[in-house]
Nanobody, 127 residues
Framework: QVQLVESGGGLVQAGDSLRLSCVAS????????MGWFRQAPGKEREFVAA????????RYAESMKGPFTISRDNAKNTVYLQMNSLKPEDTAVYYC????????????????????WGQGTQVTVSS
């Protein structure tokens, strides 16, 4: 069983930055792509970003290119989401997830492409 634990969320003001972290258990972390999703109150879970197992390929939701950056440190079994220039509409619970494959693809935006999920970390951006 793989466990994913997110951290780094909190209450910030518009324009601030946050870096989310997600630590995964297990010894085969680099064999799987990782993704970040978010879910705002009353809305469906939406794709944010994904990164392949080696950290050489990334994909982003169109609206999040630029302000958000996904990265990973396989030596630490950790994936990160750097979020800059935060806006109130970025308020959501952010989840990390482990992909079913090493690589990313256009399908990486689909929740069905991921088999393990963390519990989420709350990000609240005040105006």
């Amino acid at each position: 069983q793989v466990q994913l634990v997110e951290s780094g969320g909190g209450l910030v003001q518009a324009g601030d930055s946050l870096r989310l972290s997600c630590v995964a258990s297990g010894r085969t972390f680099s064999s799987y792509a990782m993704g970040w999703f978010r879910q705002a109150p009353g809305k469906e879970r939406e794709f944010v970003a994904a990164i392949n197992g080696f950290g050489t390929s990334t994909r982003y939701a169109e609206s999040m290119k630029g302000p958000f950056t996904i990265s990973r440190d396989n030596a630490k079994n950790t994936v990160y989401l750097q979020m800059n220039s935060l806006k109130p509409e970025d308020t959501a619970v952010y989840y990390c997830a482990r992909g079913r494959r090493e690589f990313t693809s256009p399908n990486s935006k689909a929740p069905e492409e991921y088999d393990y999920w963390g519990q989420g970390t709350q990000v609240t951006v005040s105006s």
